[in-house]
């Protein structure tokens, strides 16, 4: 029997407090009267992380907590649960939400929305999980932010020149955006940082780019990418093109070319994979682990079930050829917006309609106001004016005026002064305390 024919509001109930959850809550509350319908999001943050100003964050130009936005300011109507989902019994329509201190809730639901994101994607390189840290999270960008200050402060203290050496040499895999941006803005924060020390040059740190492939940024045209190692390779950093890591051993760094490197600072950006929660649900999954659901986002024979985002395989109606639309923050957003209306026309019982999203293109940040931009997939821009434009594009995008004002000043200040070269002491010199293995990422 259908909810309302039982006398009570349809229940819809979001997983994942990021671009899919959120932007499908906020859809619902514009689509819905409070009366059509009971929404909660479940997500064991209260707040949305904007992923791609975590390089900013990172180099310091972005405060860490400007780079999210508090999920109880911006959902007026819908109900957060602080929690995370641990498993769906969806013949029953109810997901148990672990909400902490032992305790679980049973949530129930006419439709549940699933938008788990992604984790990173480890590779079975030995020694990699207890020696690497990823670059997902704000706790990530602001350790690594700190440890890269604290190994400047060690090496100018340190009159041993090995453990000198070892301490300068800052080594990311994976020449996708995540790490070149990541890579590009931390070394322009460790370089403006060097003239703070009268025993440091610029030329003393050694910033390499392992990628496995032939070229970084394959999601840009190639003349983007030639463009992008070039500036990098002109501020001196290494990109090692064709070579991966092939094992860490005791700090160092085997590399597929039979180089060795002696590194205190390992930063693994070599993808993402669906969360692999998403295949325990009981759902249908791909090969991959990622939710199988049609064109209006509704799981595929699975009456009531809805997916979206980097958990799921959403099929790309405008590359045609049973493409997959891409892992990413642009079209999560835009999913999330279909899932919302979808949802509200399968409360008041009218037809879904399918997703499709023209790409908007790429804009890249490498640091040192210099950047690369596809446009619509032809316009391709190089130098100041993309880098300018990623950060007009994000500042727009940041819900409500508070938030874009906060952004706003932190980045004219940082234009304006010089960077805030202070770590916070959330590093113990010389540990692990991130590394994948040890549950830090
Ligand atoms: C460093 C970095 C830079 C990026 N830059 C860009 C960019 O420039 N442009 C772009 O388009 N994309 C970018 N991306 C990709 C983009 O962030 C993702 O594609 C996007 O976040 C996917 O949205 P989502 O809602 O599917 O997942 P997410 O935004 O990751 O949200 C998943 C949510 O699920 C929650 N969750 C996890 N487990 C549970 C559980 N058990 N129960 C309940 N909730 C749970 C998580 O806490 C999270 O809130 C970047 C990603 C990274 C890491």
């Known amino acids: 029997m259908a909810a309302r024919d039982r006398g009570r509001r349809p229940r819809i109930l979001l997983v994942g407090g990021g671009w899919v959850g959120t932007y499908t809550a906020l859809r619902l509350e514009r689509r819905l009267g409070p009366a059509e319908a009971e929404v909660t999001l479940v997500s064991p943050e209260n707040f949305l992380l904007y ?51 032992g305790e679980t809730r049973e949530l129930g639901y006419d439709h549940v929305a699933i938008g788990l994101g992604s984790v990173t994607r480890l590779l079975p390189v030995p020694g990699l999980a207890d020696h690497a840290i990823g670059f997902a999270t704000v706790a990530d960008a602001t350790w690594l932010r700190d440890h890269v200050l604290d190994r400047l402060e060690f090496a100018d203290a340190s009159r041993d020149p ?24 931390l070394q322009d924060l460790a ?64 590399l597929s070319t039979g180089e060795q490197l002696a590194a205190d600072t390992l930063v693994w950006a070599a993808g993402v994979r669906p969360n692999p929660l998403a295949a325990e649900l009981g759902l249908p999954v791909d090969d991959r682990g990622a939710i199988r659901v049609d064109a209006t986002l509704a ?7 809805w997916a979206a985002g980097d958990c799921a395989v959403v099929p790309d109606l ?20 279909t899932l919302g209306d979808n949802l509200a026309a399968a409360v008041r019982g009218d037809a879904p309609q399918p997703f499709r999203h023209r790409a908007l293109g790429e804009l890249i940040t490498l640091g040192r106001h210099d950047g690369v931009a596809q446009v619509l997939g032809r316009v391709t821009l190089r130098g100041f004016l993309p880098w300018y434009l990623r950060r007009l594009y994000y500042l727009l995008q940041v819900p409500t005026p508070e938030r874009k004002l906060r952004v706003l000043l932190d980045w004219t200040i940082s234009l304006a002064f010089r960077r805030d070269i202070t770590g916070l002491g959330s590093v113990t010199r010389g540990s692990r305390a991130r590394a994948m293995g040890t549950g830090g990422a």
């Open 299 to 305: 799981v595929r024979g699975t009456p009531g079930a």
């Open 191 to 254: 370089a403006e940082a060097c003239a703070s020390y009268a025993s440091l040059e610029p030329d003393d740190l050694r910033w390499v780019l392992v990628e496995a492939t032939d070229r970084i940024l394959p999601i840009v045209d190639p003349g983007l990418s030639a463009y992008a190692t070039q500036a990098l390779r002109d501020r001196g950093v290494r990109v090692e093109l064709s070579s991966t890591l092939e094992r860490v051993e005791d700090g160092c760094l085997h």
């Open 162 to 185: 090995e453990r000198r050496r070892r301490a300068l040499t800052f080594v990311f895999v994976g020449g996708g955006y995540t790490g070149v941006e990541a890579l590009g803005e």
């Open 318 to 337: 405008v590359a045609g050829d049973g493409a997959r639309a891409p892992a990413t923050a642009q079209y999560a957003v835009r999913e999330a917006r």
């Open 51 to 101: 992923q791609p100003l975590l390089p900013e964050v990172a180099s310091g130009t972005l405060e860490a907590r400007h780079a999210v936005v508090p999920l109880r300011r911006v959902l007026r109507r819908t109900r957060l649960v602080h929690g995370r989902l641990t498993a769906l019994d969806h013949d029953r329509r109810v997901a148990a939400v672990d909400v902490g201190e």
